[in-house]
């Protein structure tokens, strides 16, 4: 009986144990938050938003496993299991939006992502103050404007018949060309409409990046005879290489984002076999049309096409020696 009563007397006094670690651990994590109230309340505003508009509204996901409708609500719509995903998978649109959402995300990519870089390292270079500043500032203000505002500017500059270019063209002899009409110019054209806009914007991070590199490197590359570009390379971009990686593991969770608002001003219908993407494709058929749950089918496909190669990419970071995302 005795050994039967300090045998089970044991795990009491382990959870007793365990129990007093927890609270030991929630009495340091308050001394923490306590210590350092002033960083939590300056971060509260953030973390109320992304609770507000990004997290809560995860739960709506759950209509793209129902036939939804507006007037039973999320907990009395009937549950289809994945008919709206097979649905999806076998339109026969889906590899044409496949095709132009991934065309244009790439070249995004290819072109416009190391473009930021560049120019991080060219107003870098600048040695006045006054002049580095200035330039900054023009590269910043399209990250202002609209894409309405774009937009128009781009049919007042390329417009067949009145626009600036094709006067310029008329006026040295040569023939007009429909920018704004031609299929084989249209992802080019929104391609050069990003840089335009955010290649300025995108400056920011890698210019702080830059900024904390130790000038140190920079003399003693100079004492061994290296010149600027020298620098640039053996220096300046080793130091911010795990910044690049980490913005490249977060572009690559949009690269199905292709941007819906600024391809909806220029679409048109002589274009539309390119201009068809996901994020056009979910607007006209789930708010135009009110298949609410077809049309989260689709996002979700997206979310998880975006969740995937951003774990993808950052295992490959943390093999190459990165530390990646997280």
Known sequence: MANIQSTSAVPASGGGRSSAAKRGKLALLWREIVKSKYLYLLALPGIVFFLIFKYIPMFGIVIAFQNYSPIGGIMNSPWVGFQHFERFFSNPDFLLLFRNTMGISLMNLIFFFPLPIIVSLFLNELRSEMYKKSLQTIVYMPHFMSWVIISGLTFLLFATGEGLFNKVLTAIGAERVDVLSNPDM????????????????????????????????????????????????????????????????????????VGFEQILLMYNGAVSEVAEVFDTYVYRVGVQQAQFSYSTAAGLFKSVVGLTLVVIANKLAKKFGEEGVY
Do not use: C, N
């Open 186 to 257: 249209f992802w080019i054209m929104l391609t050069i409409q990003s840089i335009w806009k955010e290649a300025g914007w995108g400056t920011i991070i890698f210019l702080a990046a830059i900024a904390g590199v130790d000038p140190q490197l920079y003399e003693a590359a100079r004492m061994d005879g290296a010149g600027r570009l020298r620098q640039i390379w053996h220096v300046t971009l080793p130091a911010i290489r795990s910044v690049i990686v980490v913005m490249l593991i977060l572009r690559l969770g949009h690269i199905m984002d």
